[in-house]
């Protein structure tokens, strides 16, 4: 690939990596930083793009890594305060007192349904959207990121019950949503 | 036998730290006779490949 082939490639992936990068960071400045230092580390390391994967797939995993660098360092900077809450308060709401569910949960098919089609992931990004900050930020780490759960709960400083009611929460919310705007009425993605 | 609210437990904390095998194989005894919860846990591994996946390619 020439070097202008390669400019132009990367420049046409700005604003999928800004989009990327503002939901995960919240906060324009730092994502805008978090690009920059991707297209440079990309553009350095030009010669180690095999061509292999595609070049998206490559930039965003450049991308990731950038991330969770801001992430660690703004995590050392701001502590996050602890929930302190119960989530057996969660689980109540679910199911009934013999343990049975209230409702029980839809059908969602076959997942490739969904996962081939690009609106999908318009709706997926609406729904990480409308989470709470706090449970995003933690979600974040643990499904975006990859990072396992024991480092999550040690960057943050929280207590690992807390740790996991975060992720139990961020994790219902989705489930949620994807149901309401995703998986409703005509089941876009999925058969019964 | 574990009621639908103990194997939704087990089934969330599954994707946050590795179960012992006894959890695995109550949730496994559980799922074969629990249309409900074999639902739920599809979900969350939907949900899991979902937001790997993202941006989508």
């Known amino acids: 690939m020439s070097d202008a082939v390669f400019h132009a490639e990367l420049d046409q992936l700005r604003p999928t990596l ?10 324009e400045q730092s994502a805008e930083d978090a690009v920059q230092d ?18 998206r797939t490559w930039v965003i995993s450049i991308l990731k890594n950038k991330i969770v660098d801001r992430i660690r360092k703004r995590v050392r900077e701001v502590p996050m305060e602890d929930l302190g ?5 969660d689980f109540d709401s679910l199911f009934a007192a013999d343990g049975h569910w209230q409702s029980k949960p839809a059908n969602w098919g076959n997942p490739a349904a969904s996962l081939e089609q690009s609106r999908f992931y318009d709706v997926l990004e609406l729904c990480m959207t409308a989470l709470p ?3 995003a930020r933690v979600f974040t780490m643990r499904e975006i990121l990859e990072m396992e759960t024991d480092e999550i709960c040690k960057e943050l400083a929280m207590s690992s019950s807390n ?12 489930r ?5 705007k995703w998986f409703g009425d005509d089941m876009k993605g999925a058969s019964e | 036998m ?11 904390e599954g994707q946050d730290r590795s179960l012992s095998f006894f959890e695995r194989m109550a949730i496994r005894v559980h799922l074969m006779m629990c249309g409900a919860c074999r639902r739920f846990e599809a979900q969350m591994d939907f949900l899991r490949q979902a937001v790997r996946r993202f941006p989508g390619d």
């Open chain 1, 176 to 180: 949620e949503c994807l149901q309401l």
């Open chain 1, 163 to 174: 740790c996991w009611v975060v992720l139990y929460r961020a994790r219902m919310r989705l």
């Open chain 1, 85 to 89: 809450e119960n989530e057996d308060e």
């Open chain 1, 38 to 55: 991707t297209l440079l580390a990309a553009l350095e390391g030009k010669d180690k793009f095999s061509g292999r994967s595609q070049l």
């Open chain 2, 2 to 12: 574990k009621t639908c609210k103990e194997v939704h437990r087990m089934v969330i």
């Open chain 1, 18 to 27: 800004m989009r990327f990068a503002v939901l995960q960071l919240r906060d």
């Open chain 1, 133 to 135: 900050e706090k449970l």
